[in-house]
């Protein structure tokens, strides 16, 4: 059998580093990256069914809006939820005074934030 390359996000710009993350409820594959097509480092993701094809926007979601400049730092991580989604995790360098934080946001299953899209702090 033929291997099917599958265009995950095709839109200008860096997306790196991939982390794919399996969801049990499809069962599909959900990969998010760091992405900075809007002259921003945002995180995205895109869901992939079974069958291999893209579920949500063609060049992925913006997940979580950072709204900063490129190269403030950010390392995208990510865990599976149960059937409600993907928890997303990652460090983020936004606040200068506190250094290096956690932040994490919930998508759901069609690709809708549950949380505000900058994501909530983790102490």
């Given at each position: 059998?033929a291997?099917?390359?599958i ?6 710009g ?12 499809g ?7 760091e992405d ?11 869901r992939?069914?079974?069958?291999g ?5 063609p ?27 993907v ?9 200068m ?26 102490e």
């Amino acid at each position: 059998m033929a291997r099917q390359r599958i265009t995950v996000s095709g839109a200008a710009g860096n997306q790196v580093p991939p982390v794919g993350l399996y969801e049990h409820q499809g069962p599909s594959l959900i990969v998010g990256w760091e992405d900075a097509r809007n002259e921003a480092t945002d995180v995205f993701a895109q869901r992939i069914d079974p069958s291999g094809v893209v579920a949500w926007t063609p060049d992925g979601r913006a997940d979580i809006d950072r709204g900063q400049p490129t190269g403030q730092g950010l390392d995208a991580a990510g865990h599976v939820g149960s059937r409600a989604g993907v928890v997303r995790v990652w460090d983020d360098d936004r606040n200068m005074a506190t250094g290096t934080d956690i932040y994490a946001a919930k998508v759901g299953l069609n690709g809708v934030l549950s949380v505000s899209p900058q994501g909530f702090s983790i102490e």
